[in-house]
T-cell receptor, first 116, second 111 residues
Framework: KAGVTQTPRYLIKTRGQQVTLSCSPISGHRSVSWYQQTPGQGLQFLFEYFSETQRNKGNFPGRFSGRQFSNSRSEMNVSTLELGDSALYLC???????????????FGEGSWLTVV | AQSVTQLGSHVSVSEGALVLLRCNYSSSVPPYLFWYVQYPNQGLQLLLKYTTGATLVKGINGFEAEFKKSETSFHLTKPSAHMSDAAEYFCAVHNFNKFYFGSGTKLNVKP
């Protein structure tokens, strides 16, 4: 069974540009969440999508957005890139999403974004 | 509000020694607790999880963790460290559709 696949793995962008990252969840998983990981801030929750609807959102500016398609694949977009956006962006998928569900999330290997 | 505290950002043990990584949480409702491991340049891999039932949970690679409600702790242990255990370990709480991660503990294993 294929795991969570993220593309691209590595990319370098210039300040002010925008970037789109892609995530394909494990087959059958309908929930996709995104995290930003930096040495200073650790793992921070960006947002979660379930059945093409955003279910939860973390405390990030509106420059960070995402979407989910009918096949559960998800993309996140960061516009007007800043140096501080340099980070590892992790996507995770789970079977479902619900209160107190305790669903296990499975992570992809991440997309390393460097903003110069 | 939920929070996860991992005591010690860096832990160093000798190969063959006991590994103990500490995790305390705060949660307004009974939590679901997880430990993940991250090897360099990789994503996070699930080690083990506690949802309900037995409070001692066994995971992969010989790791286990015990949920202690009275202490609000979920410490990760392994009786004998191996060089391949060197990685960063994250404790996490899952509540209300969100995961809350600790800041991570980097485990160094000395030969």
């Amino acid at each position: 069974k294929a795991g969570v696949t993220q593309t691209p793995r590595y990319l370098i962008k210039t300040r002010g540009q925008q970037v789109t990252l892609s995530c394909s969840p494990i087959s059958g998983h309908r929930s996709v969440s995104w995290y930003q990981q930096t040495p200073g801030q650790g793992l921070q929750f960006l947002f979660e999508y379930f059945s093409e609807t955003q279910r939860n959102k973390g405390n990030f500016p509106g420059r960070f957005s995402g979407r989910q398609f009918s096949n559960s694949r998800s993309e996140m977009n960061v516009s007007t890139l800043e140096l501080g956006d340099s980070a590892l962006y992790l996507c995770a998928s789970s079977l479902s999403s619900g209160p107190l569900s305790g669903n296990t999330i499975y992570f992809g290997e991440g997309s390393w974004l460097t903003v110069v | 509000a939920q929070s996860v505290t991992q005591l010690g950002s860096h832990v160093s043990v000798s190969e063959g020694a006991l590994v103990l990584l500490r995790c305390n949480y705060s949660s307004s409702v009974p939590p679901y607790l997880f430990w993940y491991v991250q090897y360099p340049n990789q994503g996070l891999q699930l080690l083990l999880k506690y949802t309900t039932g037995a409070t001692l949970v066994k995971g992969i690679n010989g790791f286990e963790a015990e949920f202690k409600k009275s202490e609000t702790s979920f410490h990760l242990t392994k009786p004998s460290a191996h060089m391949s255990d060197a990685a960063e370990y994250f404790c996490a709480v899952h509540n209300f559709n969100k995961f809350y991660f600790g800041s991570g503990t980097k485990l160094n294993v000395k030969p």
